[in-house]
Nanobody
Framework: QVQLVESGGGSVQAGGSLRLSCAAS????????MGWFRQAPGKEREAVAL???????TYADSVKGRFTISKGSNKYTSYLQMNSLKPEDTGIYFC?????????????????WGQGTQVTVSS
């Protein structure tokens, strides 16, 4: 059974930092894409950062230079280090995973999701 468990998140002031973690289990795919998405109230879920088991990474333009996605010692754990946070980064952050040869940005292409963790950045 596939499961994604997130941890981290919380409330910080603008300019602060947070780190999110995601542990995936139950996957058998040799090529795995793990990513972080976020959803603000009234908005669609959007991709923030993606990492493939080949170590290729992709970032949304809005977070480039501020967020860093990385893998743990195995391809089934991912981290999102968020620095220089802005109020517009506020939202629920979801971990997602999918066995694929590449990492698409569209949330609809991911079948497996974590429960979400709240990130609130105050000005």
């Amino acid at each position: 059974q596939v499961q994604l468990v997130e941890s981290g998140g919380g409330s910080v002031q603008a300019g602060g930092s947070l780190r999110l973690s995601c542990a995936a289990s139950g996957f058998t795919a040799s090529r795995l894409c793990m990513g972080w998405f976020r959803q603000a109230p009234g908005k669609e879920r959007e991709a923030v950062a993606l990492i493939h088991s080949t170590d290729e990474t992709t970032y949304a333009d809005s977070v480039k230079g501020r967020f860093t996605i990385s893998k743990g010692s195995n391809k089934y754990t991912s981290y999102l280090q968020m620095n220089s946070l802005k109020p517009e980064d506020t939202g629920i952050y979801f971990c997602a995973a999918q066995g694929r040869m590449y990492c698409p940005f569209a949330a609809t292409t991911y079948n497996y999701w974590g429960q979400g963790t709240q990130v609130t950045v105050s000005s």
